[in-house]
C-alpha cells in the first residue's frame, strides 16, 4: 500500500510540475535550495538538492511554483529552474525576486525576466560573509551586519554599509568584497511597502515553510529514491500551503503592480497629497 502511495504522489508530482502557469502573475517570488538525504542512492548521491519556487499573487496569497531536482544546487540547475517557468507560459515578470547568490539563476532571471527586480537574501549574504572572517569577530561582525538591514532608510543603510567596510575592509577584505559586490541588489526592498519588508529582505518564506517539511522527512528516515524524495516533498509542501498566510498589509501589492513609487516604504503620493 505505501509504494502504491507513493506511486500515485509520484504521478501527481509529475502532472503538477508540468501545468500551465499561462494567466498567473507571481508578484514577488522567492528561491532556495533545500537539501534531503536518500538511503538507498549511491554515495555521490544521498544528498539531493531541491530547488524551490515560491510566489505572491497579486492578492497576497503565497503559493508553490516549483519544486525541482537540483543536482547539488548547480547553476545549470537554476537556469533551467526559470526556463521552465517560460516554457509552461509564465509571461508576466515578477516585480521582485529574492534569492541567494548563485549566478545561474540572476542569468537566467535577466533572460527571462529581464524587468523583475533582484533582491539578495540577506541571512545568505550575512553568513557567506562572516565565513570568511575569525570566528572571534563573527559575533561582533554579525551585528554591525544587522544594521544595514534593519536601518529605518536607505540612506542609513548606506551609511552602515559603509560603517563596515571602513571597521573590517583592512583586516578581512574577502568578506567585505563579497559583501561590496552585491550592494544595490541586498537593498533593493527600501523600493517597496514598509510592511513587505519582512518578506523581501529573506528567503525565509521558503526556510521557514521547507523547516517543518525536513524534520518530517528526517522522522520518516529519507527516502529510498530521489524521485520518491521530491514526490514526498512536494505533497508535504502543497499540504502544507493551505494554512500558509497572506503577506502583510497585502493590499499595497496592487499599488507595487501600478507601479506606483516608494521610497523607504512610504507611497511618495502619500507624502505630495
Known amino acids: 500500500m505505501v509504494c502504491c502511495l507513493k506511486e500515485q504522489w509520484c504521478n501527481e508530482y509529475e502532472d503538477w510540475i508540468k501545468r500551465s502557469l499561462s494567466g498567473k502573475h507571481y508578484v514577488y517570488v522567492w528561491a532556495d535550495g533545500i537539501y534531503a538525504k536518500i538511503r538507498l542512492e549511491d554515495d555521490e548521491n544521498k544528498k539531493q538538492c531541491l530547488l524551490v519556487l515560491m510566489g505572491a499573487t497579486a492578492d497576497g496569497k ?140 529573506t528567503t525565509n518564506p521558503i526556510e521557514s515553510t521547507f523547516a517543518t517539511i525536513r524534520l518530517r522527512h528526517r522522522k520518516t528516515k529519507g527516502n529510498g529514491t530521489r524521485r520518491a524524495s521530491l514526490a514526498m516533498m512536494f505533497k508535504l509542501a502543497d499540504s502544507a500551503s493551505k494554512k500558509w498566510r497572506r503577506l502583510n498589509c497585502h493590499e499595497k501589492i496592487t499599488l507595487v503592480l501600478e507601479g506606483r513609487t516608494f521610497k523607504d516604504g512610504i507611497l511618495q503620493d502619500e507624502i505630495a497629497a
Open 62 to 201: 503565497k503559493e508553490l511554483i516549483a519544486v525541482l531536482d537540483g543536482h547539488r544546487e548547480s547553476e545549470q540547475s537554476r537556469s533551467e529552474l526559470l526556463l521552465d517557468l517560460n516554457l509552461r507560459s509564465l509571461e508576466l515578470s515578477p516585480k521582485v525576486a529574492v534569492g541567494d547568490g548563485v549566478l545561474g539563476f540572476w542569468a537566467a532571471l535577466r533572460k527571462v525576466f529581464p524587468d523583475t527586480r533582484e533582491q539578495r537574501c540577506w541571512i545568505h549574504k550575512t553568513a557567506n560573509v562572516l565565513n570568511k572572517m575569525p570566528k572571534n569577530v563573527q559575533a561582533k561582525a554579525k551585528g554591525v551586519l544587522h544594521e544595514i538591514w534593519q536601518a529605518e532608510t536607505k540612506e542609513d543603510a548606506e551609511k552602515a554599509f559603509d560603517a563596515f567596510i571602513e571597521k573590517y575592509g583592512a583586516k578581512y577584505s574577502n568578506a567585505c568584497d563579497c559583501l561590496q559586490k552585491d550592494r544595490d541588489v541586498l537593498l533593493a526592498f527600501y523600493d517597496f511597502p514598509a510592511e513587505h519588508w519582512s518578506h523581501l529582505r
